[in-house]
């Protein structure tokens, strides 16, 4: 699934966080955050870039969602 995200140079420096929750559970989201980690030199201005979420989950994940800021 594609987002169709485009990010330009005021995004550089930020982070991207992965949020899961089940809204029928209090307390239950749970977040990872990525961005310190990642080689910038590996990512060149005008290329595409794709993340991939792989989900694990009983019951089945019914709703995958991109978000920008």
């Not at 140079?9 to 749970?30: H, V, W």
């Not at 310190?36 to 979420?53: K, Q, R, T, W």
Request: proline share 6%.
């Amino acid at each position: 699934m594609g987002s169709g995200q485009q990010n330009g140079p005021s995004d550089n420096g930020k982070r991207l966080t992965c949020r899961a929750e089940n809204t029928k559970l209090k307390n239950s989201a749970i977040e990872d955050v990525f961005g310190a980690n990642l080689d910038p030199s590996n990512i060149a201005e005008g290329n595409d870039v794709y993340f991939e979420c792989n989900i694990s989950s009983n019951p089945p994940v019914y709703k995958i969602v991109w978000r920008h800021n």
